[in-house]
């Protein structure tokens, strides 16, 4: 199936140029393994950030500065080879090409009727907050809102709401403009990696009632 769903160029610049904080880059970077589109298009940016900073004074840096940005940026390039749609997410958290791989995660906790999450542990420095989110096939999640932004990639199965189709790979991206009500597709669960930044805001009258009692 072919990815759909990606993010902006301004949002693929900024990752190129390490502007996101670790959550958000994080998703980014998921997002990428998986579709060669945009990893084409970062491969681009980074050619063009090259020939620019060729063009600049450079001030100089110690060995050990230059060997550790080097080890960051090869621990955190996803390379070419597309991850297989559909792999176990287990197998996801070990994956030699995963970025998820290079991050401790908690153990499953269920948050809602069918919805399980499992935190995965990032620098707090842009308060984001990053976890996987499992749903039971045809689980029909809250419709929410956002008082930031939250960045989703699909890992396995798939759901849509009121913007689309979103399968293995896509990237979904909502911010306080945005109102949804997403729902798992009905031949399998679905596993997301999120980025939260802010808080979640349920709509209507019962989720209005509810709402003191949903932690995300």
């Not at 958000?24 to 491969?43: F, G, K, P, W, Y």
């Not at 930044?197 to 932690?215: H, K, Y």
Request: charged residues 20%.
């Amino acid at each position: 199936m072919t990815i759909a769903h990606h993010p902006s160029e301004e949002t693929l610049v900024d990752y190129v140029a390490g502007a996101l904080d670790e959550g958000n880059s994080l998703v980014i970077a998921t997002h990428i393994s998986r579709c060669t589109e945009c990893q084409e298009t970062v491969r681009d940016l980074r050619i063009i950030a090259g020939a620019v900073l060729e063009t600049c004074a450079t001030e100089a840096i110690s060995n050990g500065s230059r060997a550790a940005s080097l080890a960051r940026l090869d621990a955190a390039d996803p390379g070419t080879d597309r991850l297989p749609y559909g792999s176990p997410v287990n197998s996801l958290l070990s994956a030699p090409r995963e970025p998820l791989a290079l991050y401790d995660h908690g153990a499953w906790r269920h948050i809602g009727p069918g919805v399980q999450r499992c935190d995965i542990e990032v620098a707090e420095d842009g308060g984001t907050r990053v976890f996987l989110l499992k749903a039971s096939a045809g689980t029909r999640l809250p419709e929410h809102r956002h008082t930031g932004t939250e960045w989703t990639c699909v890992l396995t199965g798939a759901f849509t709401h009121e913007h689309g189709y979103f399968g293995p790979g896509d990237f979904d991206e909502a911010d306080a403009s945005v109102d949804h009500h997403p729902i798992v597709e009905s031949d399998g669960e679905c596993t997301c990696l999120v980025a939260l930044n802010g808080q979640i805001e349920l709509s209507g009258w019962f989720g209005r009632l509810i709402q003191p009692f949903v932690r995300f």
